[in-house]
C-alpha cells in the first residue's frame, strides 16, 4: 500500500493535471476523499472527479444566470450547458468535460469553474440577445473574467489606470 502523496500524484496523472499545480481546494477535497475512502482506484477517483466537477458547474450556471436575469432582464436557457461524461466520449480524456457555449472546464475547483461558467454565459448573452453583459459601471465597458489568488473576478479594462477590479463573481465573495 501507499502513501496519500503516491495516491494523489497517481490521480492527478489519471486526471491529466500533473503538469499543473492543483489549488489548494483540490487538493484538500482530494485529502478529505483519501480520508474517507482510502486509496480508490483511478476509474473511481475520476467518477468523483467529473461528479464534483459537473455539481460545481451547475450551481455556478445557476448563480451566474441569476446574476445575468437581475442586470438585464434576460434568462439563460439551459440548453447552453451541456455535459460530456468522460464513459461516452473517450476521446476527451478520462475526465468528463463541461461546456457553455465555446467554453469547457475539467477541474474541481470552484474558482475556475465559476470563471470559464461566467465566460460561457457571457458568450450566450452576447451571440443570443446582442448585448453586452457585464458592464462596468464607472466606464460603460464589458467586463472580462480575471483571477485573484484563485477568486474569479469580474474586470473592466477601462480607465486611465488601465483597469480595475469591478467585483467578485461570487456574489457571497467580498474582495
Known amino acids: 500500500m501507499s502513501n496519500f502523496s503516491d495516491w494523489q500524484d ?3 496523472r489519471a486526471v491529466r493535471r500533473q503538469e499543473e499545480s492543483a489549488s489548494e481546494e483540490v487538493l484538500a ?3 478529505d476523499l483519501y480520508d474517507e475512502f482510502g486509496e480508490m482506484p483511478e476509474r473511481g477517483f475520476c467518477e468523483f472527479w467529473t461528479l464534483r466537477t459537473f455539481a460545481m458547474a451547475r450551481t455556478a450556471f445557476e448563480m451566474i444566470g441569476r446574476s445575468v436575469e437581475e442586470e438585464t432582464g434576460k434568462g439563460v436557457t439551459g440548453q447552453e450547458f451541456c455535459y460530456i461524461d468522460y464513459l461516452r466520449d473517450p476521446d476527451l480524456g478520462p475526465v468528463g468535460v ?3 457555449k465555446s467554453m469547457e472546464v475539467s477541474t474541481p475547483d470552484w474558482g475556475e469553474v465559476l470563471g470559464v461558467m461566467a465566460e460561457g454565459v457571457q458568450e450566450f448573452v452576447m451571440s443570443h440577445y446582442r ?3 457585464p458592464v462596468c459601471g464607472d466606464h460603460d465597458c464589458g467586463l472580462h473574467v480575471g483571477y485573484i489568488h484563485e477568486t474569479a473576478v469580474w474586470r473592466c479594462k477601462g480607465g486611465i489606470t488601465g483597469g480595475h477590479v469591478e467585483r467578485a463573481i461570487d456574489p457571497a465573495v467580498q474582495i
Open 98 to 100: 463541461v461546456r457553455v
Open 29 to 31: 477535497w482530494m485529502s
Open 131 to 133: 448585448l453586452v453583459w
Open 10 to 12: 497517481r490521480m492527478l
